[in-house]
Structure formats: structure tokens, C-alpha cells
């Protein structure tokens, strides 16, 4: 008899996307990976491997992960519109922007900013500076 086939169990756009969302409110919480990592049980290299989708989270582990960082598991899931649209690009996603290094903090340090005439300064000089640094070609895509 040949041997069973085994169930193709390499991650996908779906749990890159959960692992964004966990990075995300680690980050929103302050946490670091090791902290995180001794929360749950695992080392500071899982949490890694599960914030880049390495790795895929089980259910149990994932629903540990909503206990410590104190959102439903369902908060690390994209809403039915989303879901069946397929892999989740970049630009698309604000967990993916928010996963970029220092975007945590720009943002809780703009939403300090009390004078809306200074916040909307500061969006249009960061606007400036990454049309700025966009290449030619992507800026006539961007119109």
C-alpha cells in the first residue's frame, strides 16, 4: 500500500497576513518578540517566524497570542470582503504599513499633535518627501 499523502502544510498570503496583525499589536502594546515569546511559551525566533508567516500559528497558540496582547482572535483575521480576494499586497493593507519599522511610532506621536492645521503639515511634508524618493516610473503610475 502506498504511503498517505501528506496535507500541504506550507504558509500562505493568509497567515502572512495573520502574522502582520499580530507584529501590529505587539508593537501598538509596547511588547517586545521576547516578551511576547515568554507569554506564550515559545522563543523570541517563533514569534519572529510567525510575524513574517514563516510559520503558521495554530489555533490554540493564536488564541494565547489574542489573550496577551487583549484582542479577539478575530482581529487577526482580514473581514469576509477581503478574505477571498487572495494574497494581500502591500500597499493594500494598513497592517502591512503599520508593520514598517517606526510607523507605531509616527503615528502615536501624530496623534498627539492637538493642532490639525500642524497634523495636516505634517502629512503633506511626509507626502512630499516619499513622492520625492518614488522613482519616476511608479510616480506616473500613481496619478
Do not use: C, W
Amino acid at each position: 500500500m502506498p504511503p498517505k499523502a501528506k496535507p500541504n502544510r506550507r504558509s500562505d498570503y493568509r497567515d502572512t497576513e495573520v502574522g502582520r496583525r499580530v507584529r501590529t499589536q505587539r508593537l501598538t502594546k509596547g511588547m517586545s518578540q521576547t516578551e511576547l515569546g515568554t507569554k506564550i511559551g515559545v522563543t523570541f525566533q517563533q514569534v519572529q517566524k510567525y510575524e513574517n508567516g514563516v510559520n503558521r500559528i495554530g489555533a490554540g497558540r493564536l488564541s494565547r497570542i489574542a489573550e496577551v496582547l487583549e484582542v479577539p482572535v478575530t482581529y487577526f483575521f482580514p473581514d469576509d470582503s477581503t478574505a477571498s480576494s487572495g494574497p494581500v499586497h502591500h500597499d493594500d493593507s494598513p497592517f502591512a504599513l503599520l508593520s514598517t519599522a517606526g510607523a507605531i511610532q509616527l503615528v502615536r506621536a501624530y496623534a498627539r499633535i492637538r493642532d490639525g492645521r500642524a497634523r495636516h503639515s505634517l502629512v503633506e511634508i511626509a507626502e512630499h518627501m516619499a513622492d520625492s524618493a518614488m522613482p519616476a516610473a511608479r510616480k506616473s503610475r500613481r496619478g
